[in-house]
């Protein structure tokens, strides 16, 4: 069972990301494609980091072949790592990869979090806890950005890489806080997409504009929805 947690417009800062940022699971990466083609069908694209960045295992493994290599066999493969030398290129790496995570998060319309049984171990009530760190970072820097309307509703708008012995031996569980976050669900995305189609033009933020007027309460502020 799968859940979609949407966090409420904002304003793209100094450069235009017209596209949400799906939040997910490196093991979920299939179901965000699926979920990314509801809004490419309506003429908004999604970004996905995997599919524009790769992923940060494969690019620490290349830096660490060059830069932290202790010993190698006679066939010129890696046999071992140097510890001090790992521990660098990783601080630079996650830094630089946490950077960029944080700056498309503000800079993007709006912030969709993909929440799995893969994802997270489990969630209450404004809360989600889960093992991945780079969840737990693009959760908690959705949760500090800033809210802010896009201009088209300025107007009409209220403002309120270890191994994997290593991986599977230390576990550690980070709870970040949803209550920023609406709750929705495929069913929802499909019906709403219905709706959009039979009624609107060919503005794609339409179908965005829907789902976000949808679910502000009476004082024009996030509600948080069940589905």
């Known amino acids: 069972r799968s859940k979609l947690c949407v966090r409420r417009r904002r304003l793209r800062s100094t450069k235009n990301f017209d596209e949400p940022f799906l939040s997910h699971a490196h093991n979920d990466k299939d179901l965000a494609r ?9 003429g908004l694209s999604v970004f996905i980091d995997s599919d524009v960045w790769g992923y940060v295992e494969d690019l620490q493994r290349k830096i660490d072949d060059k830069k932290a290599v202790f010993k190698r066999r006679d066939d010129g493969t890696v046999e071992t790592y140097d510890y001090k030398s790992r521990n ?5 790496v996650h830094v630089l990869l946490a950077h960029a995570l944080m ?3 503000d800079q993007t319309e709006c912030f969709i979090f993909l929440s799995t049984e893969t994802s997270t171990l489990s969630c209450g009530e404004n809360r989600v806890d889960t093992y991945s760190p780079w969840i737990f970072h693009e959760l908690e820097s959705a949760n ?3 809210i802010r309307t896009p201009p088209r509703l300025e107007k009409s708008a209220q403002f309120v890489a270890t191994m994997d012995e290593a991986r599977e031996s230390l576990q550690l569980i980070f709870q970040s806080k949803t209550d920023r976050l609406r709750n929705i669900n495929l069913k929802y995305i499909e019906s709403r997409l219905s709706r959009y189609c039979q009624s609107s033009g060919n503005n794609p933020y339409g179908f965005l504009d ?3 007027d949808e679910n502000e309460d009476e004082h024009g502020r996030d509600r948080l929805l069940h589905s």
């Open 34 to 42: 699926k979920i990314a083609t509801y809004f490419t069908s309506v």
């Open 88 to 92: 660098i290129t990783t601080s630079h």
């Open 103 to 105: 700056r498309m998060i």
């Open 144 to 146: 500090v950005v800033q």
């Open 210 to 212: 829907m789902m976000y």
